[in-house]
């Protein structure tokens, strides 16, 4: 998982500088990608910079904190509705101040390194987090619990959120693993590496990605490269890529040879599994009911998303999203 890139110059308007400071009663931390930040004891003022971090941030019931989020930010709905600093790539530092902010929460995968050195500049500290695996974003949820005086919600909710997460696992204990070609962009085929956090979810659900032995976490393949792969099941996360439609698959070139296209294995799974949040365990529920159907009865209490209704859907056709 890469970390902020390296930071560059850019001059900070003298007048945003007067309008920040840091409140009284700090202490230094050390966020997940390694940078040293002083935070406020009791942070009460959040601005997200990543949706990942919403949606965490909600579901640790510290949504009345948040005072502002990124355009992407889309869940759940009240999100939307917060006043939003811009992309993650490049937030208007002018929207952020504005919101005046006790602390900023950003990520080491979505956001730049200079973003936080021109929020240093400014007094406003940003702590960013880091997820390469499901560990990691139980992780991550820990850390910000101790970061934001809510060390008990994050506890509980780790707890709970492993809880699944070890009923999935034990449900497909001892099942033959299934291939999977994860699709993450149709054209050019870009899939994900064996270190990202949907690779770690593939080989929690009972499957392993024909890309597990490939180190980039987003490689990029050819057709026939992924065809000699034979997977057989191929994913596409919901709203995060697009594609023909499943009966036009059929008749493409090189796509029509794929077995998972021949036998129709194609699924659309939740596009939470692009997002290292507490939703990631929703896809990794509903991964292995696809890859591993017989071990699920989702009619009966047993069902690791029993009490939730299911988003996983059957493939018809692809939309485009943003988000992470």
Same mark, same amino acid.
């Given at each position: 998982?890469? +970390?902020?890139?390296?930071?560059?110059?850019?001059?900070?308007?003298?007048?945003?500088?007067?309008?920040?400071?840091?409140?009284?009663?700090?202490?230094?931390?050390?966020?997940?990608?390694?940078?040293?930040?002083?935070?406020?004891?009791?942070?009460?003022?959040?601005?997200?910079?990543?949706?990942?971090? =919403?949606?965490?941030?909600?579901?640790?019931?510290?949504?009345?904190?948040?005072?502002?989020?990124?355009?992407?930010?889309?869940?759940?709905?009240?999100?939307?509705?917060?006043? +939003?600093?811009?992309? !993650?790539?490049?937030?208007?530092?002018?929207?952020?101040?504005?919101?005046?902010?006790?602390?900023?929460?950003? =990520?080491?995968?979505?956001?730049? %390194?200079?973003?936080?050195? !021109?929020?240093?500049?400014?007094?406003?500290?940003?702590?960013?987090?880091?997820?390469? *695996? /499901?560990?990691?974003? @139980?992780?991550?949820?820990?850390?910000?619990?101790?970061?934001?005086?809510?060390?008990?919600?994050? !506890?509980?909710?780790?707890?709970?959120?492993?809880?699944?997460? !070890?009923?999935?696992?034990?449900?497909?204990?001892?099942?033959? #693993?299934?291939?999977?070609? @994860? /699709?993450?962009?149709?054209?050019?085929?870009?899939?994900?590496?064996?270190? *990202?956090?949907?690779?770690?979810?593939?080989?929690?659900?009972?499957?392993?990605? /024909? =890309?597990?032995?490939?180190?980039?976490?987003?490689?990029?393949?050819?057709?026939?490269?992924?065809?000699?792969?034979?997977?057989?099941?191929?994913? @596409?996360?919901?709203?995060?890529? @697009? #594609?023909?439609?499943?009966?036009?698959?059929?008749?493409?070139?090189?796509?029509?040879?794929?077995?998972?296209?021949?036998?129709?294995?194609?699924?659309?799974?939740?596009?939470?599994?692009? %997002?290292?949040?507490?939703?990631?365990?929703?896809?990794?529920?509903?991964?292995?009911?696809?890859?591993?159907?017989?071990?699920?009865?989702?009619?009966?209490?047993? #069902?690791? #998303?029993?009490?939730?209704?299911?988003?996983?859907?059957?493939?018809?056709?692809?939309?485009?999203?943003?988000?992470?």
């Amino acid at each position: 998982m890469r +970390h902020y890139l390296h930071p560059v110059c850019v001059a900070i308007p003298a007048a945003l500088v007067a309008l920040s400071s840091l409140g009284a009663g700090t202490r230094v931390v050390t966020d997940e990608t390694g940078r040293r930040v002083e935070v406020p004891d009791h942070p009460r003022r959040l601005v997200s910079l990543a949706p990942s971090i =919403t949606e965490t941030l909600y579901a640790l019931g510290l949504g009345d904190e948040l005072v502002g989020d990124t355009d992407y930010c889309d869940y759940p709905p009240e999100a939307t509705k917060k006043p +939003h600093v811009g992309g !993650q790539m490049n937030p208007s530092l002018e929207a952020i101040v504005a919101l005046k902010p006790d602390l900023v929460l950003g =990520t080491a995968e979505g956001n730049r %390194r200079e973003t936080a050195e !021109q929020l240093s500049h400014l007094k406003i500290p940003l702590y960013g987090v880091a997820a390469g *695996t /499901v560990d990691d974003m @139980f992780r991550s949820i820990t850390d910000l619990g101790e970061v934001l005086d809510e060390r008990q919600r994050a !506890q509980d909710l780790v707890g709970s959120l492993r809880q699944r997460a !070890q009923a999935v696992e034990k449900a497909v204990a001892g099942e033959k #693993s299934v291939k999977v070609l @994860f /699709v993450v962009q149709y054209e050019p085929l870009i899939t994900a590496g064996r270190d *990202t956090f949907i690779a770690d979810v593939i080989r929690r659900a009972g499957g392993k990605s /024909v =890309t597990d032995d490939m180190s980039q976490e987003w490689p990029r393949l050819s057709l026939e490269s992924a065809l000699a792969l034979d997977p057989d099941v191929i994913l @596409f996360p919901e709203s995060h890529t @697009f #594609s023909p439609p499943l009966e036009q698959l059929k008749s493409l070139p090189v796509w029509k040879d794929f077995r998972a296209v021949r036998n129709g294995r194609l699924y659309l799974v939740p596009e939470t599994i692009v %997002r290292p949040c507490p939703r990631l365990i929703d896809a990794l529920e509903d991964v292995a009911k696809i890859l591993h159907p017989e071990r699920f009865d989702s009619g009966t209490q047993s #069902s690791p #998303s029993a009490g939730r209704r299911s988003v996983l859907t059957r493939h018809s056709s692809l939309v485009t999203g943003v988000g992470r």
